[in-house]
């Protein structure tokens, strides 16, 4: 595959998970600032139509372009919320985990390499996060998942 990249315009925002009663029970949900954040990537990638689906690893480079110092968020928070909105949407069904909706990556699993992602700086004016996609070969994976997602698309081949 080749390597993709994208400019996510908005304030960039973690998940910041927080307690929440839903139906008379106790759970956690992402921030409601994460909930906007996420809708409104996922409706910027889908507006730019037929996206690449990446299944075997790749380097995510983020730069993240903050709309101000208030609420600086941190790095990982960032990094995790990425690959959470980038990642395939998936759902239990019938006792098995089943995608319901494909978006640039498989699973966050295959990212492999953040190599180059940072908080770039300030832009009042555009916040933003660009986001670079590049495929990696692996010669031996470590983790399992990986391994299968190589095998399968060998197979294919």
Known sequence: MKPFSVVIPGQPA??????VVVRSHACLLPSAAYRAYEKHCRETLMAMGRL???TLPVRLT???YLK???HWPDLVGLMQATADILSDERKRIG???VTVKEWLLSDDRIITSWDGTEIAG???SRPRVEIAITPLSV???LDPYVARQ????????
């Open 14 to 19: 973690t998940k910041k998970n927080s307690a």
């Open 52 to 54: 690449p689906h990446y």
């Open 62 to 64: 983020c730069r993240y």
């Open 68 to 70: 101000d110092r208030a």
């Open 95 to 97: 006792g098995r985990m």
């Open 122 to 124: 300030i832009d009042n």
């Open 139 to 141: 010669d031996v994976p």
């Open 150 to 157: 190589i095998k399968q698309e060998r197979g294919r081949e």
